[in-house]
Structure formats: C-alpha cells, structure tokens
C-alpha cells in the first residue's frame, strides 16, 4: 500500500514507525459507550491493514456519538503521533482529547478533567493524517486514555483504525501491588518447597 | 467468577409492611438481600457488595462496597420501614457509589428491588438507563410486591435501555407460598450470566429444598460426598424395600389367604429386622458392630423360620466401590432384583467358587486361597446360617479391625444372597 506521505517512501519503511501497536496489551483495552462489547480491539493493528475493515470496527451506541478508549501498553513509550480513521457520512470524531497515565476515566471524569492534550480533527478516511503530540508530555506513558466527545453530524461514531507512532522503552511503570515489610523474619512466613515437603531442614 | 462491585438498593418504603410475602414484604427483601450477598462473595473472593435504601428520608447508602459479608447483614438489621421510594435518585446514588469503587477493574452492577409505586415517567427512566449503559453498568431488577399499572412497562424499558449483550435481567417474583429468596436462586441475578451456578447458588438451593438441616440427611455434600453417597442410597434401598414389602403383601394376601397370613407378618417382622439394621448403618458414629452383628443375627432366625420361598431381605448398600468393580455390580444388582427370583440363581452363584472367590479377592486383606476362607465356602454352599456368622467374624479378622472402612460378605441362609456391603466404621 503506497503511502502518501510526500516523501519518497523507498528509504525507509512507513509501517515500521507506526508498530507501538505491538506494544498495546489488547487484553486490557477497553472502551465506554461501544455498541458491540470488545469490538475496541479491532482498531488496533498493523499500519498495513489501517483500511482493513473485515475485522469490525469501533461503533459507539445509537444516538450517542461520545467515545471514550482505554489503551495500556505492555511497557512505557513515547507517542509522537497519533492517527485516526474514521467512518465516512460525518461518522468521524470531531475532537480528541487524551489523559496520559489514568486508570478508570468514566465520562463525568473526562468531561470535567483537563486532557493533556485536545485536537481536532477532520475527516481521515485513507489514514494520511496524524496528529502530533507535545512529545515533551508523551515520554513516558503506560496507559492512554482517548476520549472522542463528538462526531461530525452522524448518528454514531465509527472508529476502524487508532495507530500510535513513537519509541518503545523497556522500562514497565507497575503500581507495586503488595509490600510486606517485616521488622523480624517469621520463618513461617517464609515456607520454601523443601521445607514444607519433608526435607532435612525443618522450621516450625 | 467475574470480578464485580454491586450495589443493592433496598425498597424500605411504606408498602413493605405488607405481608403477602412471608413474614412481610421487607423481611422477604432482607434475606434475598443477605443470600445475593453470600453468592456474590463466595464466587469471588474480591467481589464487593454495598447496600443502599431508596425510600425513608431520603436515598441513603449504608454500606460502600466492601467483601465484608458481617458488615453487610449487620446493616440490613435493624432497618425502618416507611417513606416513599424514589427509584431514579436511588439507581444514581447507587452509580455514583460504583464509581467510587476502590478496584476499578470490577464490573458494575446494580441490583434493584422494586417493591412499590414508581412515580417517575418512563423518559426519565430510560434516559437513566442509557446512561448506566453508556458507562457499562449492569442493571438487574427484582419486581415484586406492588403490581401497579404501568410499573412492569416501565420497569421493562429500563431494562432494555440498559442491557447490552444480556448483563442486565428483570426477574417478577409474584406473591405466594415460595419465598422470595427461593425464587431468586434460580435466577439469572443469582447464578451469574451463564455461568451455570455457583456453589453457594447450588448449596443454597439445597438448604431451601432440604429443610431443617440445610442438606439432606444432615450432611453436607461437600464435605463428605462418600457418606451422604451412601447415607442417600440407604434411603432409597429402604424405600425400594419397603415397597416391595408392600408389594409381597398385596400379592399374597391375594393368592393365598388364612394360612399365609403368617408368613406374610413374618416377611414383615423380617423386613423391618434388616430395615432397622439399616436405619442403624444410618446412624453416622457408635454403631457398634456388636449391635449389627445382633441384629443380623436375629434377622436370620426370622429367616430360618420363614416358609415362603420367594421373600427377598433386602440388606443391599450400593457403595460406589460398586461402580468400579463388575463382580460388585453384579452382586449389588442381583441383591435388588424382585422377589420374584427364586433364591437359586444365588445359590447357583455361590456354588461357583470362582465366583465367590473373586469376590473374596477384592476384599483387602483377604486371600482366596487360605485355607480359612476356603473352609468358609465350603460351609458358605452348605447354607447354614453358622456359615454367616463365619463369615462375618472371618472377614473381620481379616480385613483388621482397626481399618476404617471394611468390606463384609452377608451370606443370608436360606435366601443365599450374596451382598457386598461397605461400612464407614467411625471410631
């Protein structure tokens, strides 16, 4: 698929800028407002397949165009841009607004919080645009939070395609789930397989 | 086991004091409250429940979703009764505690009991509903108690401005004899979407049918499947034994009268001799084998004293050992067949040795070739009631005393039957 980008595309491969979609961990992406349950995880994928749209796509509920979409990746990255294709007969998003590094954004909270960063949009079909980030607040984001609050005259918003660009780090931002901090050692606390499974050492 | 928050909102407005449903309608509420309560946490340990009241003063949230199950019927005691309820106010607040939820992976779900009068208008309720469905929150609906004119409609066009993809369910629970919490085990908004029941829903489904006890014969499935196994197939071989019984006597009082009379009474004394023997296999500590060897005993003194040919004892225990062993199956299935069956087939099969023998060989501890056990077949076939009495201290000596489980051949005189029966001796 020719991009067209106005750039001779022989030097390097388009697509390849485009992979952070690897790094989304589709297991834990969610949407609000989507007519089909799970049909989110349809919008995610390769660059190549961006026009694609026997998988499904993203459609948000009759009469309701707000769109809210909840991606974490599998290890933080930096976005450096963001592309959006939309559905055709004013299906499209009108605006997006983004919330970096939140978990369990519902409507009233995206509503009323400020985004990080607000675009508006136009009509993408064949997935040229991109929209840039303020990279400088994109350095380290292990979830993004995308919320579409209108569309362009449609009954619904339809979304086939989200695509990320930018670097992949190695590093995982983990909220630390559990801490035990210890002023003494229990050794009961601390059974080991050879312990508790009669071997020689014994600890009671 | 999904991982879910609820949010109950309880009717406690005036209209509950109505007792068309046992004791009264807001008791009814409180115990389905309580069981919603245990099924949610016993299927997933981090499930959250929280309880709210729509009518009183005013919509008021007593307990913030918490796994504390103490907390949650400590609450619900202790509550008043009066106001009016206010539906929409009350599906909101309970929204808005969901929102708040402290694990925010967890599904929403809000379960409403519906008991009175809803004054609010159908777009009201339906804009409520499509914005719980834009949020993804799940909406059950327990209609009950007051059947107004237009409250079903209503409650119906919540519903399906709420549900995506069947989350949500609407369950009418009439006035009747069935409590409500009954009702609602079988329910959707007990068993989850699909998933086939939980234990709790299973176990509580049992205590409701049970009665006194919570389980059948006061044993609990699940912690001893072996002992109620064999505690329900006692019950059924009693009943079965019992209608042959009754069966024996009609059919013989109608062939022969006068002179068979006695032998029927007979029959009778000697069903109730084993049917009290098994009532005592019943008893689940300190049955002494003392008593059962006595029992037995006298069981065969009646059936020496018995003329009639065709009189079965029904001393049959299904253990499940009979599931797997053929020989045991066969046995067990000879034992239960109708009276009709003379006793030759048995004692054609006992005078197979290989038979009995490979019987024998499937008790622990007992080897077909001692010379103790072959004399015990051979004084087996000559059908002596001695030979049982052998037999059953034979195989106690064998099989040791101090095993807990026990297998002891029952070979009664006349009737040569062979029973396999497996006891849980509990010391």
Known sequence: MACMHDHSCEDHDCSSNWSLYKHIDLSKVSALNEAFPGSVKSVFKAWEQRLNFSEGHLESNDGDPELLVFVPFTSDVKIKSISIVGGADGASPSKMRVFINREGIDFSDAQSMQAVQEWDMVENLHGVLEYQTRYSKFQSVANITLHFPDNSGGDTTQIYYIGFKGEATQLKRDVVATIVYELMPNPSDHKTKANSSGGLSHVE | MVLEATMICVDNSEWMRNGDYAPNRFQAQADAVNLICGAKTQSNPENTVGVLTMAGKGVRVLVTPTSDLGKILACMHGLEVGGEMDLAAGIQVAQLALKHRQNKKQQQRIIVFAGSPIKHDKKLLEMIGRKLKKNSVALDIVDFGEEDDGKPEKLEAVLASVNSNDTSHIVRVPAGPNALSDVLINTPIFTGDGEGGSGFAAAAAAAAAGGVSGFDFGVDPNLDPELALALRVSMEEERARQEAAAKKAAEEAAKEKGGEQQPTSQDTAMTEGPSASAAEANEKKDDLMDDENALLQRALEMSMDGTTSS???????????????????????????????????????????SFVSSILSTLPGVDPNDPSVKDLLASVQNQSEVGFVHCFELSMDLCGVEHLEFYYLVVMGKISKVVLRRRNVLL
Do not use: F
Request: proline letters at 2%.
């Open chain 2, 311 to 353: 009189h079965d004892m029904r001393d049959t225990d299904m253990s499940e050992a009979a599931a797997d062993d053929p020989n045991l199956q066969l046995a067990l299935q000879l034992s239960v067949q109708e009276g009709a069956k003379e006793g030759n087939d048995m004692s054609k099969l006992l005078a197979d040795q």
